[in-house]
């Protein structure tokens, strides 16, 4: 598979909603998480490039570098790791189904099901990297260009939908495991996903409920 990345917009956007052998919805909000990682970039370098943020160009640019070095590539990567699984979980589920011989069906059945745990560890990283972000986001928020904020409060609401959304296709995927051995390792991942998205949620609707008030 080629890189996503690497296709035009539209043909791209057309993978997404092609149905059978369909690719994965992990990798299309991983992209949402990439595409509002390069606005909280472009952030940076307005504010940066203003005289009268001085005070605050040197926290700035060194996020402006995390998101570059760092996170981006992480968030490409996890983009087309969902991309392949998915296409080769399909693959093997396909040749499952169409495996006349039972002992062949019941081992395309368990590689399919070991498929299903590298799926919900892309997923989950895909989740804890969005919820690594949004500190960066917030601090965005809170000193950088005031013009920009509306830009950046869409950024953070993207990153809490692609940390959710991982989350919620990681449980989904566990109950879909049936209490198979590598779901117990996750418990606590999950819990720590679940409690540092909830908080993130509540600062982002407080901060929502605050400029709705004030419009009033």
């Not at 890189?3 to 994965?24: N, R, S, V």
């Not at 996890?78 to 495996?99: F, P, Y």
């Not at 609401?157 to 991982?166: E, N, V, W």
Request: hydrophobic content about 45%.
């Amino acid at each position: 598979m080629s890189h996503l990345l690497d296709m035009p917009a539209k043909e791209l956007l057309k993978e997404f909603g092609k149905g059978k052998g369909m690719t994965g919805a992990g990798a299309s909000v991983a992209l949402g998480a990439i595409a509002a990682t390069h606005v909280l970039v472009s952030v940076c370098k307005l504010t940066t490039g203003k005289e009268s943020y001085a005070e605050v160009h040197a926290p700035l640019a060194e996020i402006q570098q995390k998101f570059e070095s760092k996170y981006i590539p992480v968030l490409e990567a996890i983009m087309q790791a969902d991309a392949a699984a998915v296409e080769s979980m399909l693959r093997v589920r396909l040749a499952r189904d169409n495996e006349p011989d039972e002992a062949k069906k019941e081992a395309l059945k368990q590689q399919a099901e070991k498929m299903l745990e590298g799926a919900t560890a892309t997923m989950l990283k895909l989740c804890n990297t969005c919820i690594d972000i949004i500190p960066l986001c917030m601090e965005i928020y809170d000193i950088g260009l005031k013009s920009a904020k509306g830009d950046t409060g869409m950024a953070f609401s993207s990153l809490l939908s692609a940390a959710s959304s991982g989350l919620y296709a990681s449980l989904i995927n566990i109950k879909a495991a049936k209490g198979t051995a590598w779901t117990s390792g996750l418990r606590e991942q999950v819990q720590t996903c679940f409690g540092r998205l909830h908080e993130y949620q509540y600062i982002f609707s407080g901060r929502l409920a605050a400029i709705y008030n004030q419009v009033q």
